[in-house]
């Protein structure tokens, strides 16, 4: 069974930055497409970044140029890189991995994004 653990959330002013980072378990990692997931009080869970086993990368229109997704497979680690954040980044924050239809979810990790 694959296991995600996430960890770097936290309190943060706007144009702030923190670090998110995910460890996977359970699986031969550098197979797994991963991605970034949030969800805000009140609403649905949302994309925010992917990249495939092979490194390509997608974002959500409204983290673009402020978000940069990256993975270490030596590690079995994916990590979110968030720059210049914005209230509206408030939310918890889920690792997700994924093999065809199958997908795993960590805990999530809170990031607010406050004065």
């Known amino acids: 069974q694959v296991q995600l653990v996430e960890s770097g959330g936290g309190l943060v002013q706007p144009g702030g930055s923190l670090r998110l980072s995910c460890v996977a378990s359970?699986?031969?990692?550098?197979?797994?497409?991963m991605g970034w997931y949030r969800q805000a009080p009140g609403k649905q869970r949302e994309l925010v970044a992917t990249?495939?086993?092979?490194?390509?990368?997608n974002y959500a229109d409204s983290v673009k140029g402020r978000f940069t997704i990256s993975r270490d497979n030596a590690k079995n680690t994916v990590a979110l890189q968030m720059n210049s954040l914005k209230p509206e980044d408030t939310a918890v924050y889920y690792c997700?991995?994924?093999?065809?239809?199958?997908?795993?979810w960590g805990q999530g990790t809170q990031v607010t994004v406050s004065s």
């Open positions: 359970g699986t031969i990692f550098s197979i797994l497409d």
């Open positions: 997700n991995g994924r093999r065809y239809e199958n997908d795993a």
């Open positions: 990249i495939t086993r092979t490194g390509a990368t």
